[in-house]
């Protein structure tokens, strides 16, 4: 039995009319009087005296209003708890990260999400830049934080920080305890470079071919804490993201020199595929990274700038 049968009936009722009844539940007055034929054929008995205007229940009609409308009370009450605590039950955003995105910073910025969304969990994996960009296409990670975004169709790129590019080197190093390095200084120095399938690599190599410096690539890496680990043993220099470098620079075992001239920076992005549109959780999230960039190491950058900005919601 259909718990919209039982309102029609209490609606007939109440109003004593079934074609004010049926105007009540935007049905038919023949469909209410089926309605009522059903039920009273169901319990044997008649339920609503037809031969009265306006129209009354019988005895039996009148006990089974009574219970039928303590039934839908008590239903109506089992529903509003039931999207109550839908509301209040844990949403979990599933985020795709590169390497380097850095836990000390996602760890500040899921505590402070946990205070603006007490119900909602973040889980993050770190993962090679390729299988963000799987892990978000296939639709199991809702958005994907990366370094110089692809230009596809198929990805909503949203910028989020800029990262100024400094060259790494130990502290015993010549250059670590200058202010600053001419880029051309670097010349004939012993490199440690990104993996050469990685697009920080292309950019860094179109960097130092701008400025006409020759490097002597000793040892290449497709994670920022290898290379790190290759300066610190004295395998050569790199160039790297600044606030990559902030844990190490505090303890003294790497030295971060700014590089004279117009800066490099690496831009950060948020990714997430226009078949899977950002659900309340995911944007809110997003909105929280992005409102939060400036904190740190942000700064302009016109690629970044041309990046979309626009976030798609997935409607409730």
Known sequence: MQI???QVFCDVARLRSFSRAGEANGITQSAVSQIVSHLEKRMGVRL????????????????YFEGCRDLLDRYAELEAAIRRAAVELPAVVQVAAIYSVGLGDMGQYIERFGQLCPHVRVHIDYLHPDM???RVAEGTA???LVSFPRRQREFVALPWRQERMVLACSPRHPFAQRKQIRPEEVAGQRYVGFDRKLAIRREVDRYWKEHGVSLD???EFDSIENIKKAIEIEAGVALLP?????????AGSLAAVPLAGPPLYRPLAIIYHRRHPLHAS??????????????GSAAPNGSANRLKRRITVAKA
Request: glycine share 6%; hydrophobic share 45%; aromatic share 4%.
């Open 142 to 144: 809702d958005l994907g």
């Open 132 to 134: 963000v960009y799987e």
């Open 242 to 250: 600044e606030p990559t470098l902030s844990r190490e620079v505090a």
């Open 282 to 295: 995911a944007a809110r999230f997003v909105e929280m990274l992005r409102s939060s960039a400036g904190e």
């Open 48 to 63: 609503v005296d037809r031969s009265t205007r306006p129209l009354q229940l019988t005895p039996a009609g009148l006990t």
């Open 217 to 219: 690539v000793v040892m």
């Open 4 to 6: 919209e049968a039982l």
